[in-house]
């Protein structure tokens, strides 16, 4: 699809724009650890589809014209404070799938008190991944 067909399917609702260093680790992450299927690919651009959301990742060369470049010249972490919350994945498979691929755990699969199982995992450019899970209805007392 190209990109102004792509652009003329976005009607509606909430998108997240990611500006990464490499769009293959980010395609990488995504299929690896969270289990997302890449829609579509290239050098440029990755469009995720995952747990009933859509997303996707522009690598850092294609915004030199665009008012973000500024924002992300030399910011080494990215998305400071902004959690990437991901709803139906395992988090204990997530953690494993981090930890076999190299990529960094912030914090390991736990129970929450407010009712998830979630772990925190980082990707190559600093973003934090969290997928959760209701704990089982009998853990939850």
């Known amino acids: ?31 690896q650890v969270l289990g997302a299927t890449a829609v579509y690919a290239d050098p440029d651009i990755a469009v995720f589809r ?3 959301a859509e997303w996707m990742v522009h690598a850092d060369h294609t915004y030199r014209d665009n ?37 960094t755990i912030l914090a390991g699969a736990v129970d929450k008190p407010h009712g998830l199982r979630e772990a925190f995992i980082i990707d190559d450019d600093g973003y934090v991944f969290v997928p959760g899970t209701p704990i089982a209805e009998q853990q939850a007392g």
């Open 1 to 31: 699809m190209s990109p102004p067909a792509y652009g003329r399917t976005l009607r509606s609702g909430l998108s997240v724009n990611l500006l990464v260093r490499t769009v293959d680790r980010s395609v990488a992450f995504a299929q």
């Open 50 to 52: 995952c747990c009933g």
């Open 67 to 103: 008012p973000m470049t500024g924002v992300i010249e030399a910011v080494e972490a990215r998305g400071a404070g902004v959690e990437i919350r991901l709803y139906g994945l395992d988090p204990d498979a997530c953690e494993k799938a981090a930890r076999d691929g190299g990529w």
